[in-house]
C-alpha cells in the first residue's frame, strides 16, 4: 500500500513550469520579449589547487600568525591535526591521483550576466572566474575557462569544489521500522476479524434476550387503593405510561422504538473484550503518537538530530505523512462515531439479569421550529440527511449504565431514574406508587411505614436525592476535546506543524485551547448550578414504626408522613395531612406571592396533584415553607367522632410524601435541562446545507490547488492549506457567540435564560400572547364596591362596607381563601383586598373545635368558618359554611364568576337585566364576581360537615355582585405599541372574564379605540356572535372578516374575542384554524385551555407567551419563547424569567433576540467571507503564480484578525426600538446569499484588477516571480515577490473590510458608529495595513516582507536601510519595493473596493435596492410567510 502511494507520488510529482496560462518574465509591457536579465548576490564556489601559490590573487591565503600553520583548508591554525579539506568531499587522500587543497572562501557576491537559472551553476563559476582573473574579461559564456571539475583522477592546476551528490537515502520498505509497523497492522487487524468471529458466536441468540421498556413508571397500588392480598403480592397496573410494544421481539430495532420508550441490551465483561478495548484505546493514541513522531522527524528530533533521520528523505517522508495522516483520521472519526458504544462491543451481550452493563437506547427526539417555505435545496438537504440518520439510527442515543444490587434486587440508574428488573417480566421498569385517590383515602396513610416497607420502597424508587455528576476540569477538557470539530482542528494542525508552518500552528493552538478552556469553564460552571439546584437534601422528622425520627430527606420514600416546620425546604411532592402551610412557590411556578396550602378534606374528594383543584393541598419539592400553623387533623371535618384524637406530642404540621427524585415537579424539571429535547431552529437546518456547500466548495479549491501547484506530493500540502481556509474551524462556534453575548446583556437586564438556543428564536417572534392579571396589569386589585340584589332588583353600587346588609358583610367577611400568619394576610390577592376593604380581622384564639376561623366584625360580631370549599377552576367558584354566633345559624356563601354564580343560583333571585348590567360593568373594566346566599338555619354541626358541596350550595340566592379594578400598568401601552410597530401581534388569553379583557385590551392599545369588539360565546349549545357595544348578533362572522382583510391598514377594525367555551366549539367544529389569527382575546381560559391556545398559534408563527406564573406555567413552557414576569432569578418555570414585572421585558427580549440573530448571521457571514477571500482569492490565486504570501500575513490573519474581528462583531448594540420586520434566519436564503456572494464578486473583481494594474507596470514586466528553480516545498521562500505582496494587501484590506460591512444592520443593531469595540480595531488594522502598504522600507514592513529587500539593494535603491535586518530575499532583484506611486494607487484601489463593499451592503442587500427587488419577488410570486393583521 505505501509503495503504491509513493509510486503514485512520484508520477505525479512530473509537473511542467508555473503558472499554468502564461511564461514569466516572457514579454514585457509592450509584447517585446523580455531580456535576459543579470542576477547579483550570488556566492562563488570553494576553489581547490594543487598548490596555494595556484590561488588567484584575490582569494590568496594570507600569512599566518606566528606558531600557526597554513592548513589544506586555506585557513590557519595552531595544528592541521584533525582539519578537514573540503577538497575530498568526505573522501581518503589516497583516493586522489594528486592531492588538492582549498583556497580561502570569496567573501564577495558576484554577479551573473544574463542569467539563466538552467545552467545556473554553470554560470556562477564563470563568473567567478571572470572575477578572479582565470578567465579573460572577453571571453564569453560556454567557452573554456581552464578550470577543471572535481573528479578523483583530476591532475589539473585548478579545479571547482562540485562534490559529488551523496545517493540520497531512501526507504526500501523493507526496514526494522516499516516491518515494526506491518507487523502491528495486521496482528491488530486479524485479532479484531477472531474478535468479532468470536462475539459473533458468543452472541447469536442475542437478539433475543433485548427487551423494550417503557420510561414512564409502572404504578403499585398501595394498601388503601388495592385490597391487601395485591398488595402482598405486589401487583403492578399499567398505568397510562404503559406501551403497547412486545417486551420480546427480536425484529424490533431501536429506531423503530415508539416514543417514550427504551431498547435495554444486557453485556458482561470478557476477558479477551478487556484485552482488546485496551488494544483500541492504545492504537488510538498510537496513530496520534506516530503522526507527532513523523512531524519530529522532518525537523531532526527523532534520529540523531538529522532532518528524516527516521524516513529516509523528504520525499518518503511526506508520502508516508499523507499515508499515516488518511489512516488515522479514518480512525479517529470512527472512534467518535461509535465512542458511546465502543466499550460494550468489547462485551458479550447477554440476557439482562446476567449483565453487568445495560446498554439503553432510545430515540432522540429533536423539534424543528422554523418560518415559511424551505428552499428546494434545503428540503432536499433534510430529507436525505433524515434517511442517513434512519438508515444508520443516528437519532438513537446510546447509553450504558452499570447493573447495581440491593439484596436480590437488581437495578440501573439510567437519567437520574431508578429502573428496577422484575423477574415477570423480564425486564428493567421504573416505580410510581399511588398512596391514594381521594383526600379520604390519603388521610388513611398518616400513620407512616414501617421500616420494612420504607425499605422495600427505597429499593424501588431509589433515595430521593438526584446526583449530578459534574467533571474536574482535565475530564471536562477532554470531553471537549474529543469531537468532530477539535479533531477536524488538531488534523489540520498536524499538517501546518509537518510543513513548517509551526509558527502560525503553535498560534492557532493556543487560540484553539484558549477557546476550549473558556467554553469548559462556562460549561462546568452552569453544570455546577445545576447540580446546586438538584443535589439537596437536609435531616427531617419522620414517623416510622409508629414513632417520629430524625431522617435524612434521602431516606425518603411515598408514604412516608413528614413534620413540616417554618422556613424548612420541602424535598418531595407531598400532600397536607394536618394543618395550615404558606410556602414560597416562585421558583417552581413564578408566582411571587406566598401560596397558601390547606389539610385534606376527611371526604371522598377526588385528588390529583395535576388538577387545579388539588393544588390547594399540595406542596411541591423545591419550595420553602414561610409559615407553618397546626390544626386539628383533617381540619374540614368538625364532628366530634368523625376526628382523630390530638396527641400533645404530635407535630401540628404534617404532610403526606407522595413522589419523590424525579418523579416531582422539580425534578422533571432539572430532568429536562440535563437532558433536554434537541430544537433545531431554520439556522440549524440550513448549517447542514451550508457546511456540505463549503466542503464541495473545499474540494473543488482542493483540485484546482494540485493542480495549479503541479499535481506533486507538495501540492497535496497545499490543497489541504485551502481546505482548511474554506471551511473555517471556528464556523460552528461563530453560530452562538451571538447567543451568549445577547444572553449576558439580558441577565444585565434582569432577565434570565436558561436555554441559550432559544435567543436566536426570539428574533423571529411575530405572535406575543399575553395573560392579562399581573401581566397587563397589576397584581393586585383595588376593590371598587357592592352592588346588592334585593328582589331581583340592583340596588346602587356602594363602596362604604357598613351600609351593606348584614348578611352581606358576613359573606364578603368570611367568603374567601385568605388567612392571617404573623399579622400578615396570605392568600389570592382578590382575597386579600376583599377582606381588609370589611374591616374585620381574623382571631387568632379559636372559639370552637369545629371552626376553621374565626372573624370578628368592628362591632365585635363573630362568625365561625365551619366549612371552606376552594376554588376550582372547573366550577369558576368556591364556598363557605359559616356560623353566626349571634344567631346559631349556619349560612352558606358562594363566590365565583358572575356566569357561574348564575347557573347554580335560584332562578328567582337572578335579576332580569342581570347580564346586562354584568356586561356594562366589565366594559368598564371592572373584575366582576357574584355572591350567593343560604341560610340553613340552626343545625347540628357534625350534619353540615357530612354535606357534601354540591348538596349545601343547592338552593342559593344571589345576593350581590361584587366589583374590583385591575388597573394597568404604566408602561404597558408603550410596550404593546412598540410590538405592533415591530411587526408583532399582541393577543390576550386570560382568564378573566370577555369584557373586562376587552376594556384592557382597548386600555393598553391592543384593540383599535374605534375598532368593533365581537365576542363569540355559546347560546343555547350554539355559537353566537355578537358586538359588544350594541349586543347585536351578528350573523355572518366570515364576512365581517373578509371585509376587515380587504383593507390596507394593519390595524384592525374588527376585532374578535371567544370564552373557553366558544373557543372549544371551535376547535371541535375545525373552524378555530381559519379564525384564529382574527381572534384577539381569549377569555375564560383555563390553564390547560391556555396551553392548547398556544399550540394553535404555534402551527402559525412563531409564538412567544409571556404571564406571571401561577396558571400560565403550562402555557410559557409549551411556547417557542416563555417568559415568566418572576422575582426567581433564572425561574425553571419557562426558558426565560424577568425579575421586572414590566411587559417591557418582552420587548427587551425581542429586541436582544433580534439583534442577537442579526449578530449570529452578521458572524457567520465573515466567516464566509474568509472561506471566499482565503480559499479562493488568495490561496488560489497566490497558488497560480506558485506564491505564497508572507508567513507573517498569515500569522496576522488567522492569528489575530479573524478572532479579534468575531468577537468585535458580537460588540454591535441592540437597537433602541423593535423594527418592523425581523432578521432573516437562512444561512442559504436570498438575502444572505446575495450579501456574501455579491462581496465575493465585488472582491474578486478588485482583486484581479489589481493584478492587472501590476502586469500593466513596466518595471514589473521582466521581473516576475519564476519558481521553476525553487523548491515550492519551502513555502517561506515563496513571498518575496511583487505578486505575493500584491495579493496580501489587497485580500487584507478584503479581509479586514468584511467585519465592517457585516457590522451593519442597523434596524436590528445600532448605527455601525456605536460598536466601539470593531471600530477600533477596523480603524487599527487598517491603518496597520495601509502603513505596510505605503511606507517606505522600514523595519516594521520587513517583518511582513512588504516593500522591503536586502540591506544593501534597499541601499542602493535610495532608501534608509539601517534599522533593516531580515533574512535575504528569494528573487533576483533582491526586493519588493514597489513605486511610490504605484502603492499609492493599489491603496486608492482598495479604499474603493472598501467603499463599494460598504455601499453594496448599505444601499443594495439592506437598503432601498433589496427592499424593491424583494417587494417585486413577492409581488409576483407572494409571500411564504403567513399575513395577518397586528
Known sequence: MVRYLVLVTGLASVAYAFPAFNVPNSVNVDGDTCPVMDRSGLMCPVLCVRDFNNCPDLIQPSECP?????????????????????????????????????????????????????????????????????????????????????????????????????????????????????????????????????????????????????????????????????????????????????????????????????????????????????????????????????????????????????LANSNDSMSVFIFVWHLAAIWLIAMLACKRRLRNYFRIECSLPQARVVQVEERQEEVIMTEGRQNRLTQLVTKAYNAVVLKFGLNIVAESCATQHIGANQFIEYRCTRYVFIEKAGSFECHAFVLGETHRSLLDCHNGLTSAEADARLTRVGENFIRVYVPSFPVGLLQELFSYTYLYQMMCLFVWFYFNYFKLALVQLCVIL???????????????????????????????????????????????????????????????????????????????????????????????????????????????????????????????????????????????????????????????????????????????????????????????SIWLMGADRTSWYY?????????????????????????????????????????????????????????????????????????????????????????????????????????????????????????????????????????????????????????????????????????????????????????????????????????????????VLALAHRDLGEMDLGSVSRMPRAQLEAGCSLVSLLLFRNTLKEDTPQAIAELRGGDTRSVMVTGDTALTAAYIARECGMVDATARVVLGTIEDDALIWRDTATDKVVDDINAEICAVTAQDSQVSQVELAVTEAAFNWLIKSGQIRHLLLHIRIFARMTPQGKITCVNLHMERAVTAMCGDGGNDTGALRAAHVGIALSEAEASIVSPFSSANPSIMSCVTLLREGRAGLATTLAAYKFLVNYAVVMALLLEVTQFYFSVIVPEAVWIMVDGFTTSIMILSITQAQTAKKLAPSRPTGQLIGAHTLASIWGQAAINIAFLYGSIGLLFAQSWFRCNEFDSSDIDTSLWWLLGDNYEAEVISIVCLFQFINAAGVYNFGYRYRRVWATNYLLVLMYSAFLAVVSAIALADPNRFGCVFRINCGNTQTVRDLGYSASTVHISEYNNPLGHNVMPRQFRWTLWAMCVVNAVVCLAYEKLVVLGPVGRRVKAWWVAKHGDSKIQFKL
Open 66 to 310: 606566528a606558531g600557526e600553520q597554513l592548513c589544506d583548508d586555506g585557513a590557519c591554525y595552531d595544528s592541521c591535526d584533525n582539519v578537514e579539506n573540503p577538497c575530498l568531499c568526505g573522501m581518503f587522500a589516497s583516493d586522489f591521483d594528486v592531492l588538492y587543497k582549498a583556497c580561502p572562501s570569496y567573501s564577495t557576491s558576484v554577479t551573473v550576466k544574463q542569467y539563466n537559472p538552467s545552467t545556473k551553476q554553470e554560470q556562477i563559476e564563470f563568473a567567478c572566474a571572470q572575477t578572479w582573473g582565470l578567465v579573460s574579461r572577453n571571453a564569453t559564456f560556454g567557452s573554456d575557462t581552464s578550470v577543471a571539475l572535481w573528479a578523483t583522477n583530476e591532475t589539473a592546476t585548478t579545479m571547482w569544489n562540485e562534490c559529488p551528490l551523496a545517493a540520497e537515502p531512501k526507504l526500501s520498505f523493507t526496514e526494522t521500522v516499516c516491518l515494526a509497523f506491518y507487523g502491528i497492522i495486521g496482528a491488530e487487524v486479524l485479532l479484531y476479524i477472531l474478535w468479532h468471529a468470536y462475539k459473533s458466536i458468543r452472541e447469536r441468540h442475542a437478539a433475543q434476550m433485548r427487551r423494550v421498556c417503557s420510561q414512564l413508571p409502572k404504578t403499585q397500588v398501595s394498601p388503601s387503593v388495592a385490597s391487601d392480598k395485591q398488595y402482598e403480592k405486589g401487583v403492578v397496573q399499567s398505568g397510562p405510561s404503559s406501551i403497547d410494544v412486545p417486551m420480546s421481539d427480536a425484529t424490533v430495532s431501536a429506531s423503530q422504538l415508539p416514543a417514550g420508550s427504551m431498547l435495554l441490551r444486557g453485556y458482561k465483561n470478557d476477558i479477551a473484550g478487556l484485552f482488546m478495548y485496551g488494544l483500541t484505546l492504545l492504537s488510538t493514541a498510537g496513530w496520534i503518537a506516530l503522526l507527532m513522531i513523523i512531524v519530529l522527524d522532518y525537523y531532526g528530533k527523532v534520529k540523531g538530530g538529522v532532518a528524516y533521520g527516521l
Open 514 to 704: 484558549i477557546s476550549a478552556f473558556i467554553k469548559v469553564f462556562i460549561r462546568l460552571r452552569s453544570e455546577r448550578r445545576v447540580k446546586m439546584l438538584a443535589e439537596r437534601r437536609n435531616q427531617c422528622r419522620v414517623r416510622r414504626n409508629g414513632v417520629w425520627v430524625d431522617l435524612d430527606t434521602a431516606d425518603l420514600v411515598p408514604g412516608d408522613v413528614v413534620a413540616v416546620e417554618a422556613n424548612m425546604e420541602v424535598m418531595c411532592d407531598g400532600c397536607v395531612l394536618r394543618g395550615e402551610v404558606v410556602v414560597d412557590e416562585s421558583s417552581l411556578t413564578g408566582e411571587a406571592m406566598p401560596v397558601r396550602k390547606l389539610p385534606l378534606k376527611n371526604e371522598a374528594i377526588a385528588y390529583d396533584p395535576q388538577n387545579s383543584a388539588s393544588k390547594a393541598y399540595s406542596v411541591y419539592a423545591g419550595t420553602r415553607v414561610l409559615q407553618c400553623t397546626g390544626s386539628s387533623y383533617g381540619s374540614a371535618p368538625t364532628s366530634l367522632d368523625t376526628m382523630v384524637p390530638v396527641d400533645s406530642a404530635e407535630p401540628q404540621t404534617q404532610i403526606l410524601v407522595l413522589r419523590t427524585r424525579t418523579a416531582t415537579d422539580k425534578g422533571k424539571l432539572i430532568q429536562r435541562i440535563l437532558f433536554p429535547i434537541r430544537y433545531s431552529f431554520v439556522l440549524d437546518e440550513q448549517l447542514r446545507v451550508s457546511i456540505l456547500a463549503l466542503l464541495a466548495y473545499g474540494g473543488v479549491v482542493f483540485g484546482l
Open 719 to 927: 490543497g489541504l492549506f485551502v481546505v482548511s481556509q474554506a471551511f473555517p474551524p471556528l464556523l460552528p462556534a461563530a453560530l452562538v457567540i451571538g447567543q451568549s453575548v445577547a444572553a449576558d446583556r439580558l441577565r444585565r437586564q434582569q432577565i434570565f435564560c436558561i436555554d441559550l438556543p432559544r435567543i436566536n428564536l426570539c428574533g423571529k417572534v411575530r405572535l406575543m400572547l399575553f395573560d392579562k392579571t399581573g401581566t397587563l396589569t397589576h397584581s393586585g386589585m383595588q376593590f371598587y364596591s357592592v352592588q346588592e340584589i334585593a328582589n331581583t332588583t340592583f340596588g346602587d353600587a356602594e363602596q362604604n362596607i357598613e351600609k351593606l346588609s348584614d348578611q352581606i358583610q358576613i359573606g364578603l367577611a368570611s367568603c374567601h381563601a385568605a388567612t392571617e400568619i404573623d399579622q400578615q394576610l396570605i392568600g389570592n390577592p382578590v382575597d386579600v383586598e376583599q377582606f381588609q376593604a370589611t374591616g374585620w380581622r381574623i382571631e387568632n384564639n379559636r372559639e370552637g373545635a369545629h371552626s376553621l376561623d374565626t372573624l370578628i366584625a368592628p362591632d365585635h360580631r363573630t362568625v365561625h368558618v365551619v366549612r371552606r370549599f376552594e376554588f376550582e377552576h372547573a366550577r369558576q367558584s368556591m364556598s363557605v359554611a359559616v356560623q353566626d354566633a349571634a344567631t346559631r345559624h349556619v349560612h352558606v356563601f358562594v363566590k365565583g364568576s358572575f356566569e357561574r354564580i348564575k347557573k347554580i343560583a335560584r332562578v328567582d333571585s337572578v335579576p332580569a337585566d342581570y347580564d346586562a348590567v354584568t356586561a356594562a360593568w366589565a366594559k368598564q373594566g371592572c373584575y
